[in-house]
């Protein structure tokens, strides 16, 4: 994996006169991590880049995060932008409507998980338990390091109440992720996107560990692009941090236009 440059070279030479689709994920890529989970915000540059890489001929975007695909479209209402929401399970935009049937029929099963957890968890300070439809969260980046030990073993006894249930578990940062165990993930979700609207070069960025199904998925025609150094990544490239994403996104503007 290398550091991907701040000229732009690299860029142009694999994407000059090329059809780009763009991944991006949302928490951590397009916008900084915080300990609300609700008051996540993409800074005005990021919002002004995104909107003027979907606006381009030359590029179709697509904002995949493991949030409910109704906090992203209220986040981002650019013309021609296409969503990913529950790492993918649901998606909308431009002649796409989509959602994992197996997935949603299970809903049922995550509320009720959503319910059993708020009281397991309620006597954690900085627990928050997020029901998202298809998924849910539960979010200890507020809990205090003096309580982390216990709530870990809390969670791996809860966990252990799951086995005999169709769900599965994913480590994020700071979050366990609970998804319907179905053969889907945000790197099946981009192919899904691709198939429906035409060939392009794909490019995934992200920053967490889901988003590593999105560069294996991209394969050796497309690019993946670290926030954050890694050595056990996929992706070919990185960026130092969130705060470089703006610039990127800059640099993908002038190689399209």
Do not use: C
């Not at 409507?97 to 509320?111: S, W």
């Not at 249930?165 to 192919?191: I, Q, S, T, Y």
């Not at 954050?228 to 941090?241: D, F, L, M, Q, V």
């Amino acid at each position: 994996m290398r550091r991907l440059d701040r000229n732009g070279v690299e860029l142009r030479r694999r994407f000059s006169n090329r059809r780009v689709f763009l991944f991006v994920d949302f928490d951590g890529t397009l916008a900084p991590l915080v300990s609300q989970p609700h008051q996540a915000r993409a800074g005005g540059p990021v919002m002004r880049a995104i909107a003027t890489l979907a606006a381009l001929p030359r590029a179709r975007v697509a904002v995949m995060s493991g949030r409910p695909l109704s906090f992203i479209r209220a986040r981002f209402r650019a013309p021609g932008l296409y969503y990913g929401g529950n790492h993918g399970l649901e998606m909308r935009g431009p002649g796409v409507v989509f959602r994992h049937e197996v997935a949603a029929a299970l809903r049922p099963t995550i509320r009720a998980l959503s319910v059993q957890a708020k009281k397991t968890f309620s006597g954690f300070a900085g627990v928050l338990i997020e029901n998202k439809g298809l998924s849910m969260s539960i979010h200890y980046r507020r809990t205090p390091l003096s309580l982390r030990r216990r709530l870990h073993r809390a969670l791996a006894v809860f966990r252990l109440r799951t086995e005999s249930l169709p769900v599965r578990w994913r480590r994020g940062k700071k979050v366990w992720e609970v998804l319907p165990r179905v053969n889907w993930d945000k790197g099946r979700a981009l192919k899904e996107l691709l198939r429906r609207t035409g060939p392009a070069v794909p490019v995934a960025v992200g920053d967490d560990i889901t988003d590593e199904d999105m560069f294996r998925a991209v394969g050796p025609q497309g690019v993946g692009v670290r926030v954050g150094k890694s050595g056990s990544s996929r992706a070919n490239y990185y960026i130092s941090r969130q705060g470089d994403v703006a610039k990127f996104l800059s640099q993908l503007v002038e190689v399209l236009q």
